[in-house]
């Protein structure tokens, strides 16, 4: 801290005596300017001068940090230029690092970006390393563009932005259609700013970039039903469904795999009847699945059959995309009783096989108005009206006028009658 011994102040009007001049003099030759952070103080005859401090030497030469400031200056009114310390965006790239080689991948890939398409580590012919033009209020990036995975590809570039410019980062696709690769991500390297006719300078970074890839990436594959749900933007969490089991299913988790088992038996005991009135569809559960080992026990159905030989098919048995039909055999008809007057009256009817014929059907046997009653020996005629009875004849030898022998049945065209025969 600088104390100035500086003469008595005056009022207008006095005399100001050479002392106290010389005084002044003094004072302000003693004056020093003191460097602030980043700073260096350099003292010449002309007067003081600060400078950007450097980074050390080694052999002569001055060393710089990666993405250090080299210098930087006013082109023209509010227009800089600068130069800075070329640096390297370091990946970490787990698949080359899998690789056993030979020769063995090293698990890291190494970028050089570019200015305006020139690596910043490249010189002119004159010696000269690419410069960035920037005004105040702006920053320079380092932008890089990362794919699905987290790996850098394309060009890592350094651009001018905004300082309120934020990186536009990763976010994994999921199922429900969310997500997208990461279009740019954006390291801050340097940013200025003019305040009250003085230039700020903000150093952000003077080191290499390192990089790590996502940790994890995902999907659903075969056509199977989907676990893998999403990725929960907002949360920054890989969202997964769980597997539960309804009903006679039963879910567990069985070290490294989750089990799922189906349990299922015959109900009922068979109380209406021997076989042939009933059955039982489920068999016992076999000793293993043979196409999956892990799988302890398979289930196992009887199939369905419509007849025990080709001949017998009172029912059929249809074996749809969605449904096992059982219908009839196809067979149709009726059973009639047909009376006297030629009415007819339906016993029975069956359709496909089947009977569809409801409620009762009532016969009355006979004709008109019945049989007439009659004795031993008697005949029955129709008169064409009603069945009547052919009296019996008497005895032949009892016959008058004249007695026969015996009487023989004869008919006169209308209806029959008893003749005598001498």
């Not at 801050?188 to 952000?204: G, P, S």
């Not at 009653?373 to 005895?395: D, E, I």
Request: proline content about 5%; aromatic content about 6%; overall charge negative.
């Amino acid at each position: 801290m600088n104390i100035l011994n500086l003469p008595d102040e005056v009022r207008p009007g006095d005399a100001v005596a050479a002392d106290d001049f010389n005084k002044l003099v003094r004072a302000l030759r003693s004056v020093q300017i003191q460097p602030g952070k980043g700073y260096q103080r350099r003292l010449n005859a002309s007067g003081t001068t600060l400078t950007i401090k450097q980074g050390g030497r080694r052999d002569g030469v001055t060393e710089y940090a990666p993405f250090a400031l080299r210098s930087i200056k006013e082109v023209t009114a509010g227009n800089y230029e600068v130069t800075l310390e070329p640096g390297r965006v370091k990946m970490a790239t787990p698949v080359d690092a899998a690789d056993t080689g030979p020769p063995a991948g090293s698990g890291y890939a190494y970028y050089v970006p570019e200015i305006g398409g020139v690596p910043m580590n490249e010189k002119d012919v004159d010696g000269k390393l690419p410069t960035i033009a920037l005004v105040s209020g702006e920053m320079i990036f380092c932008q890089v563009e990362r794919g699905p995975t987290g790996v850098v590809q394309g060009t890592v570039q350094m651009v001018v932005g905004d300082t309120g410019d934020n990186s536009d980062h990763y976010q994994p696709t999921d199922p429900a259609g969310s997500g997208h690769d990461s279009l740019h991500d954006k390291i801050r390297i340097l940013e200025i700013e003019v305040v009250a006719d003085e230039l700020e300078v903000k150093v952000w970074r003077k080191s290499d970039i390192d990089l790590t890839p996502f940790l994890w990436t995902g999907e659903n594959v075969g056509g199977g039903s989907r676990v893998f749900q999403e990725h929960d933007e907002q949360e920054g969490v890989y969202k997964f469904r769980s597997i539960t089991g309804c009903w006679a299913t039963e879910v567990t988790e069985q070290g490294e795999t989750i089990q799922v088992e189906w349990e299922g038996e015959n109900v009922g005991d068979g109380s209406l009847g021997s076989s042939g009135s009933f059955g039982q569809i489920l068999i016992e559960k076999a000793e293993e699945d043979p196409g999956n080992p892990i799988c302890g026990e398979a289930a196992k159905f009887k199939t369905i059959l419509q007849g025990a030989v080709s001949t017998r098919k009172q029912i059929e048995i249809v074996n749809e995309d969605e449904n096992v039909r059982i219908q009839g055999n196809g067979k149709n008809g009726s059973i009639l009783w047909v009376d006297c007057e030629g009415e007819d009256v339906t016993l029975l009817t069956y359709r496909d096989g089947l009977v569809t014929s409801d409620g009762e059907a009532i016969i009355t046997a006979g004709c008109s108005d019945g049989l007439p009653s009659g004795t031993s020996g008697q005949m029955l005629y129709h008169n064409g009206t009603n069945w009547v009875v052919l009296a019996n004849p008497g005895a032949p030898g009892d016959a008058t006028p004249t007695p026969f022998e015996y009487w023989q049945l004869e008919h006169n065209g209308t209806a029959p009658y008893w003749g005598g025969v001498i």
